[in-house]
């Protein structure tokens, strides 16, 4: 995992009149981009990751059709009301505002990795880190297996055909040996852990664009500020 080229931004507004945001409780409203948003829900305020069942045709079909966690949020922005008892109590209280990030990742579709992609943002962001795109990295040329003896570390060989040589006048079979050697890390490592660093950027886009869009945020306001598209390129 890397910190690497994280560039975050986030910070309370200067004035409740700057960009004219303010929360209803007369403070200013706390902007943020969104990976910072993204660990202050899963970090800060430990917000849990509610992921969907899976369907239940005979349930659905005994019960009618079910709501899930994000349509109760928007319902709930559109009311203006809150819940009381239960989880919110003092010493356990989560910020709404997190619980809202919390369920529009939960709902983070198919072609964007669905549930696994919304466990990955989850779990990068409860840690501080980004995806791990292993920076500097250059696949190498080394010897497929090292060995210690007294003398030191030597490359291992293998013997790959026979040679007659003359020596001191007589001729000899000798042994050909060779030094199998590989790439370290393989190129399609490379390739594989940047393109889940891509694939991770998609789904921050998309979360980004859902909050903007869905105006359920009451104390925070999520800018466009996001990490670096392609970190490796200079």
């Known amino acids: 995992m890397s910190r690497f080229d994280r560039k975050l931004h986030g910070r ?8 004219g945001l303010q929360s209803r409780s007369g403070r200013p409203k706390r902007v943020m981009a969104v990976q910072q948003a993204l660990e202050w829900t899963f970090r800060t305020e430990r917000a849990q990751l509610e992921l969907p ?3 239940d045709p005979e349930r659905a ?10 349509y109760v949020l928007m319902q709930r922005a559109a009311l203006g009301c809150q819940i009381d008892g239960g989880r919110y109590k003092k010493d356990s209280y989560t910020h709404e505002d997190a619980e809202v990030i919390a369920a529009t990742v939960a709902g983070m579709p198919d072609d964007l990795g669905g549930k696994r992609m919304a466990i990955h943002v989850a779990e990068l962001a409860r840690a501080g880190l980004t995806p791990d795109w292993m ?6 040329c080394v010897p497929f297996e090292m060995k210690r003896n007294r003398y030191g570390d030597h490359a291992t060989t293998v013997v790959v055909g026979t040679e007659r040589v003359l020596s001191r006048g007589k ?23 940047r393109r ?15 909050l903007q869009a869905g105006g359920m945020l009451r104390e925070v306001v999520v800018i466009e500020g996001m990490p670096k598209v392609l970190p490796w390129e200079p």
């Not at 309370?12 to 960009?19: D, G, I």
């Not at 079909?61 to 994000?70: I, K, M, P, S």
């Not at 889940?196 to 859902?210: C, P, T």
């Open 12 to 19: 309370p507004l200067a004035s409740p009149q700057e960009q």
């Open 53 to 55: 069942e899976p369907p």
């Open 61 to 70: 079909h005994r019960q009618g059709y079910g709501f899930g966690l994000e």
């Open 135 to 140: 920076p500097g990295a250059v696949p190498q």
């Open 171 to 193: 001729w000899r079979t000798v042994e050909v040996r060779a030094c199998p050697v590989t790439y370290q890390p393989y190129p399609e490592q490379i390739e594989a852990a």
């Open 196 to 210: 889940g660093y891509r694939d991770w950027m998609k789904a921050l886009g998309w979360i980004k664009e859902g």
